[in-house]
């Protein structure tokens, strides 16, 4: 008797072979037999087969072992359509189908805008690069209001980019998110510890950031770009410098490049040296004037000078506009509320470096509109002492 040779069923065949009971060779658009008979091939749907999903056929109980070596005679490899077909079996026996899984692909295009570009604004070496573009998001995959920092000033990154419509719907976003992460952050603003301690690091920077961009979306009846605005955020990061004192266990973590010290070696230009060193002396002048708190002064000039290394080594980098608002004393943020002559000047210098770092879309015109500001708040006897920013930021010959 006649050994019956086995063949493939057509499982996803056309419908004109269906009716007919032929056997198609599935071939789209149109098979071989609707090809020779010249009539329209219809499949029973648009998907190729090989993505379809249907369950597998019974096993056989016998199994036959086929061994093809590549160097045998005769060697016959599988057909493609057999190989391809084994993808509708591989990885999903035994298992439940879920259901379809939703994609949000507005927070998708956030989570890959934050680690190709926004990332970048926080940092001020390959080491913090690192910190803010892998393991800052690592952290937030297991701690949600973070993610929601994430998202939300990445969301008003683009909305800082971007022109209207696409402007305002980022915006919404931004805000939205940032209403998600900002309450749980506040509950646990009295007790950080060693399992919260590198989200809430994380979270304060990007609070600080969302601070200095969200005055510069042109919202009516919004905070704007001005001393006053600047004088809260400051106070926001004396905040943030409690988070970090509490959260000291980090320094020895792999968030640790975070708190280095260590100044990029860099050529410190000499108009903005020579500047820094007239603001000194003039502080040591004034010592003689019991009124006049030397050391509050002394301290933040020197602070200035440290971090406005980081401005010149990379001046798209946040470090100098949080780092020094961060190390802002309390005595020092009282004289600038106070309007203190002295202190103007000192804070014009710090507008100076917020200008140089203005590629940085949270900064953009701060250094500009504040520094405009303290020029008006000055009279003639102090205006001197602020040549050197009213020259970098508005140019020689600048009509304020």
């Known amino acids: 008797m006649p050994i019956r040779r086995p063949h493939r069923k057509s499982r996803h065949g056309c419908k004109a072979c269906k009716r007919r009971r032929v056997k198609c060779d599935e071939v789209r658009p149109t098979c071989s037999n609707c090809k020779q008979r010249q009539e329209e091939c219809d499949y029973s749907t648009d998907t190729p087969y090989i993505w379809t999903t249907e369950e597998s056929a019974p096993r056989r109980r016998g199994r036959s072992r086929v061994n093809i070596s590549p160097h045998s005679q005769g060697a016959v490899a599988p057909s493609t359509d057999i190989s391809f077909d084994l993808l509708d079996r591989l990885g999903t026996n035994g298992t439940t189908a879920s259901p379809s899984p939703a994609l949000d692909m507005d927070q998708l295009k956030l989570i890959v805008q934050w680690q190709k570009e926004t990332h970048r604004f926080f940092s001020r070496n390959e080491e913090t690069k690192h910190v803010w573009e892998v393991l800052v998001v690592e952290e937030a995959l297991t701690t949600p209001f973070l993610m929601h920092g994430i998202l939300a000033v990445t969301a008003l990154h683009l909305s800082l980019s971007e022109s209207e419509p696409q402007k305002s719907f980022w915006l919404g976003l931004a805000t939205a998110h940032k209403s998600q992460a900002l309450p749980q952050f506040l509950e646990n603003l009295h007790s950080v510890d060693a399992a919260n301690a ?192 009213i020259s970098e930021v508005f140019g020689q010959n600048a009509v304020l």
């Open 198 to 389: 590198k989200a809430m690091m994380g979270l304060s920077g990007l609070v600080v950031a969302f601070a200095f961009g969200s005055a510069l979306t042109g919202i009516s009846g919004a905070d704007q770009p001005c001393l006053d605005t600047l004088n809260n955020i400051f106070v926001l990061c004396r905040g943030v410098q409690q988070i970090i004192n509490l959260a000291s266990t980090l320094r020895h973590s792999n968030f640790a490049p975070l708190f280095d010290p260590t100044p990029p070696q860099i050529a410190y230009p000499d108009h903005a040296k020579q500047s820094l060193d007239r603001l000194e002396q003039l502080n040591t002048g004034y010592g003689t004037d019991g009124e006049h708190d030397t050391a509050a002064y002394a301290r933040a000039i020197r602070e200035l000078r440290g971090l406005s290394v980081h401005t010149f080594a990379q001046p798209s980098s946040m470090m100098l506009a949080v780092g020094w608002a961060i190390r802002a004393t309390p005595e020092y943020l009282r004289y600038v509320q106070g309007h203190e002559p002295f202190a103007l000047v000192v804070h014009a210098h710090y507008c100076t470096f917020l200008h140089i770092a203005r590629e940085n879309c949270f900064l953009q015109s701060w250094g500009s509109s504040v520094l405009r500001e303290i020029y008006h708040l000055l009279d003639s006897t102090w205006r001197p002492y602020i040549t050197w920013p």
